[in-house]
């Protein structure tokens, strides 16, 4: 398994550039996306990322951690093993922390009547984590090219939730590490 910290650009003058560059090669772990860093921009980034991941390298799972999750490592692979020796190494995707959300209108998650009309959202996994196989990514990623609305949802776990509602009911795993 590979590993990679997700960073987008920042208006921040002090911020390095040359730096994030020079960290990259020693290391090889960062990912600068091309959107600003923001709240309401994660959902840009993420599927940025998820772009260049699928037409940068071979893979069957992927998770998405926010920079405060933390996973043991050695459950999560042995639990990966166990999908692929089953042959579920398809139309996966989970989380930590499924469930059914009302919309809060206000606030710093506020989420418009424009960005979803209902009340509720649909069965989502929340940003702390999220896994997916190859092919729900290319899923996503062929909704986020040709059906795309606007405005797209800036808080990244409930657009990919917006994304499942759109696809061909993908089932949500709960899965903890």
């Known amino acids: 398994w590979r ?15 040359d730096h994030m560059e020079e960290e990259n090669e020693k290391y090889g772990d960062i990912l600068v996306s091309p959107t600003f860093d923001s709240y309401r921009r994660m959902t840009y980034k993420l599927m940025w990322c998820f772009r260049h ?3 940068t390298y071979d893979f ?8 405060d999750s933390v996973v043991n490592v050695r459950d999560m692979n042995t639990y990966f093993l166990k999908q692929l020796s089953e042959g579920n190494n398809k139309r996966f995707h989970g989380g930590p922390q499924c469930y059914t959300r ?3 209108r206000k606030g710093k998650a506020a989420i418009s009547l424009e960005e979803w009309p209902n009340e509720m959202l649909p069965k989502l ?4 984590g999220f896994m997916f196989s ?5 899923e996503f990623l062929e909704i986020w090219d040709n059906d795309r609305h606007e405005p ?3 808080l990244d776990d409930v657009q990919i ?8 009911n993908i089932p949500i795993r709960l899965v903890w590490f």
């Open 60 to 67: 069957t799972f992927l998770v998405v951690l926010s920079e």
């Open 134 to 138: 190859f092919d729900v990514i290319e």
């Open 3 to 17: 590993h990679f910290f997700l960073v987008g650009l920042t208006m921040d003058p002090d911020w390095s550039r």
């Open 125 to 128: 996994c929340i940003g702390s």
């Open 53 to 55: 991941l699928i037409d």
């Open 102 to 104: 009302s919309i809060h």
């Open 152 to 154: 797209v949802n800036p």
């Open 161 to 168: 939730a917006i994304f499942l509602f759109m696809s061909a």
